[in-house]
Nanobody, 114 residues
Framework: QVQLVESGGGSVQAGGSLRLSCAAS????????MAWYRQAPGKQRELVAA???????NYADSVKGRFTIFRDNSKNTVYLQMDSLKLEDTGVYYC????????WGQGTQVTVSS
């Protein structure tokens, strides 16, 4: 069983930055693909950024050039650096881990205000 614990959410003004962290328990992190999803009020959950076990990345078009996903296998942690935040980035951000099974974190709230 894998547990994912997110941190780093909060409130920030538009144009600001936040860094989200997701720490994974267990010993499968190195061979797992990791991702960040978000869900805005009244909308479906959507993929924001993903990183494979070999560190290949992909991003939603809406965050390209502003967000960076990276991982530290020595700490079993994946990060999402969010810069130039916009109002539409507001939502609950979820960490996702894919190995033989799929795991989700509990979510962390990000609120961007004008």
């Amino acid at each position: 069983q894998v547990q994912l614990v997110e941190s780093g959410g909060g409130s920030v003004q538009a144009g600001g930055s936040l860094r989200l962290s997701c720490a994974a328990s267990g010993n499968i992190f190195r061979r797992s693909d990791m991702a960040w999803y978000r869900q805005a009020p009244g909308k479906q959950r959507e993929l924001v950024a993903a990183i494979t076990s070999s560190a290949s990345t992909n991003y939603a078009d809406s965050v390209k050039g502003r967000f960076t996903i990276f991982r530290d296998n020595s700490k079993n942690t994946v990060y999402l650096q969010m810069d130039s935040l916009k109002l539409e980035d507001t939502g609950v951000y979820y960490c996702n881990c894919k190995s033989l099974n799929t795991y989700w974190g509990q979510g962390t709230q990000v609120t961007v205000s004008s």
